[in-house]
């Protein structure tokens, strides 16, 4: 079972509110990713998680903030964020993040986030 | 130049048609290669790695040229639900865990 899952589905926030994304896997995978895509473009990385420790920060801002709290779990907590923020949000995961590159990635749902 | 560059598309093609996309990668180091689809407002879902022997999978055929620094993507006898973006994905020698994604292909295939 290739499933990897995303809550909510579809956020709504204000520049000053609070909120966080969640992502799980049960599949035994130790690499997980936070993405950001916008409409027509690909996916962006965002930060990817090796055995529950971040080991690619791709220059995000402070206003995004990743967790990881077990191997399962991955989530994106986001405040102050603005407008241009607006976009999918999409978790994946993979086995493991070789030395000479990646292992195959399996991509969650997404969570569609407006910021209003 | 970008790092990985795919036909600019869209790509509209009758239904049984067959159709064919490429993907070019800079870094000759590259490790491993994938081609995903993603219907759109989803997430891109995985359609074959790609090896250098060339894989086969039902009417999807995917070919790696290492000399050339491509990858391709062969669909035959194209269906409706074929229709969606294709995204070639590389992974470098280096920077573990960061995949690079080509632009997308959009295929339309039409009754």
């Known amino acids: 079972d290739t499933e990897v899952t995303q809550t909510p589905k579809h956020l709504v926030m204000g520049m000053t509110n609070k909120k966080s994304l969640k992502c799980e896997q049960h599949?035994?995978?130790?690499?997980m990713y936070w993405y950001k895509q916008k409409a027509k473009k690909p996916p962006e990385l965002m930060f990817v998680?090796?055995?529950?420790?971040?080991?690619i920060n791709e220059s995000v801002p402070s206003r995004f903030s990743p967790e990881c709290p077990n191997s399962s779990l991955l989530n994106l907590h986001l405040h102050a964020l603005q407008p241009e923020d607006s976009a999918l949000y999409l978790c994946a995961s993979s086995p493991t993040v070789l030395a000479g590159g990646t292992d195959t990635q399996y991509f969650g749902p997404g969570t569609r986030l407006t910021v209003l | 130049r970008k790092e990985v560059e795919q036909d600019p598309g869209p790509f509209n093609v009758p239904e049984g048609a067959t159709v064919a996309f490429n993907c070019t990668y800079s870094?000759?180091?590259?490790?491993?290669f994938f081609w995903y689809r993603q219907d759109c407002r989803k997430e891109p879902k995985l359609l074959m790695s790609?090896?250098?022997s060339g894989n086969e999978d039902g009417r999807f055929t995917a070919q790696l040229n290492r000399a050339s620094q491509y990858i391709s993507l062969l669909i035959r006898d194209s269906k409706l639900s074929d229709s969606a973006t294709y995204l070639c994905?590389?992974?470098?020698?280096?920077?573990?865990?960061?995949?690079?994604f080509g632009d997308g292909t959009t295929l339309t295939v039409k009754p």
């Open positions: 790609v090896y250098s």
């Open positions: 998680y090796s055995y529950e420790k971040l080991s």
């Open positions: 599949m035994g995978h130790r690499a």
């Open positions: 994905v590389v992974n470098p020698n280096t920077n573990a865990g960061k995949s690079t």
């Open positions: 870094n000759s180091a590259s490790q491993s």
